[in-house]
Structures are given as C-alpha cells and as structure tokens.
C-alpha cells in the first residue's frame, strides 16, 4: 500500500522536520564552527597582507599613505589652539596656527574677524 512518503518509510519524531524530505538539521554547529575559522584564517591573512605591503610602501602608489608620512602630513596640517583670551562680554580672540602660518581670530556676537598674522615662510604679513 501507498502510505503517503515518496522518499521512504516514515521516520517516527516527535516535531515534523521544517523540509519534509530533510531528516537531519541544515545547519550542523560543527559546519557554522568550521566557516568560521576559514573566514577568521582569511582576514587574518588579508591583514598581514595589507600590512606587509604598507610596510614596503606599495601601497603609496594608490594613494594610502604609511604610518611615518601620516604622521608627517597630520603635523602639518594640524590646526591648533596657541591661546585664547575673553574681550570682554560675549567677545573673545584666539591664536591659532594651521600648518606654518599663525592666524588672530576675534569672535563677538555680531561678527568674526580672521587675520593672518605669521605666513608660512616665517615673515610677518603685512596688511594695507
């Protein structure tokens, strides 16, 4: 007699698989166990990789700068705060100094006024 199952004779469980014709899990956590360390071997190794090649300088031709001129170019175009000082309410001046060159900057409530006081060769900037 037929009794309903293509695949073969019934296999008694107490829950009915999620596919019909499916016997064990989809998913094993042995298998979810093992992808996972492939995929940490391979970014692992894509990350010495990278480093290896930032360390010869190869990839500077594409633009990513290594650890020694990003530090060079990070202190040269660092904006910094040389000293500040209250004008009175509401008012205030700042030194700053980007790159090689020193900048006033007087803030108030009505407006801001920037002037460049040291250019980056060192010779003060003359104003007309």
């Known amino acids: 007699m037929y009794s309903g199952n293509p695949v073969g004779p019934a296999v ?3 829950t ?3 596919i019909p014709y499916l016997q064990q899990p989809p998913v094993s956590g042995g298998h979810v166990l093992s992808v ?3 995929t940490a071997a391979l970014l692992g190794l894509l990350l010495a990789v990278l480093a290896i090649c930032r360390k010869a300088g190869w990839l500077s031709r594409f633009g990513v700068q290594g650890a020694s ?3 060079r170019r990070e202190k040269e175009d660092a904006l910094r ?3 500040s ?3 009175g309410a509401g008012s205030r001046a700042f030194l700053l100094q980007a790159g090689g060159s020193q900048y006033l900057i007087v803030e108030s409530s009505r407006r801001v006024s920037v002037k460049e006081i040291v250019s980056r060769h060192g010779a ?3 104003s007309a």
Do not use: C, K, N
Request: hydrophobic share 45%; net charge negative.
């Open 69 to 71: 001129s990003g530090e």
């Open 85 to 87: 000082a209250a004008l």
């Open 12 to 14: 008694p469980s107490s």
């Open 16 to 18: 009915p698989p999620a």
């Open 36 to 38: 996972f360390l492939i």
């Open 124 to 126: 003060p900037h003359e």
């Open 81 to 83: 705060v040389l000293g």
